[in-house]
């Protein structure tokens, strides 16, 4: 069964850090983009980063600079490194997988496998 | 980034009915566009992708349509089961941006 099932979340100060996992199974990490997304209490849904196979990287600008996308082969295991976490910052999280058939052209499928999500609270 | 302008922001619809929802980007994103469902307390799910594509397993009675800048959800019969809120998203260029999402509710 094609699943993602994330980790991490709790509650964190402002300025600390945390480091969310998303541990997959029925298909292979490293061979897929990655995304993160997160919503906060009673708001929409906000992109925040991707990771390609190829081991690029996107952010949002709201968390660039702070927050790192990497990813473990050998777990098969997507990681968001949230540092100098803010209020604003306050969420779940989702980690999903960008379905994506690389060709000639590379044709994108949506984010077809999403997580559970985990939550993450900043506050004093 | 590009700014993704959903409408309406809430609906109350009737079983039966037909809804559309549309969102508009504010610059050319040719159909490069994906429409989500999300229930409370759950993940989003997704519905189309490439704007007018449904996913694998997804009912019929679900469609998408547009290019370029302006695009539409459409649920041609709405079922008990679809009441939630739709979000769109562009994967055209990073960041992706979604819209700001429309909830369905029982007229």
């Known amino acids: 069964e094609v699943q993602l099932v994330e980790s991490g979340g709790g509650l964190i100060q402002p300025g600390g850090s945390l480091r969310l996992s998303c541990a997959a199974s029925g298909f292979t990490v490293s061979s897929n983009y990655m995304s993160w997304v997160r919503q906060a209490p009673g708001k929409g849904l906000e992109w925040v980063s991707v990771i390609y196979s190829g081991g690029s990287t996107y952010y949002a600008d709201s968390v660039k600079g702070r927050f790192t996308i990497s990813r473990d082969n050998s777990k098969n295991t997507l990681y968001l490194q949230m540092n100098s976490l803010r209020a604003e910052d306050t969420a779940v999280y989702y980690c999903a997988r960008d379905h994506t058939i690389f060709g000639v052209v590379d044709y994108y499928y949506g984010m077809d496998v999403w997580g559970q999500g985990t939550t993450v609270t900043v506050s004093s | 980034a590009i700014q993704m302008t959903q409408s309406p922001s809430s609906l109350s619809a009737s079983v039966g009915d037909r809804v559309t929802i549309t969102c508009r980007a504010s610059q050319g994103i040719r159909n490069d566009l994906g429409w989500y469902q999300q229930k409370p307390g759950k993940a989003p799910k997704l519905l189309i992708y490439?704007?007018?594509s449904l996913q694998s397993g997804v009912p019929s009675r679900f469609s998408g349509s547009g290019s370029g800048t302006d695009f539409t959800l459409t649920i041609s019969s709405l079922q008990p089961e679809d009441f939630a809120t739709y979000y769109c998203?562009?994967?055209?260029?990073?960041?992706?941006?979604f819209g700001g999402g429309t909830k369905v509710e029982i007229k």
């Open positions: 490439a704007a007018s």
């Open positions: 998203l562009q994967d055209y260029n990073y960041p992706h941006t």
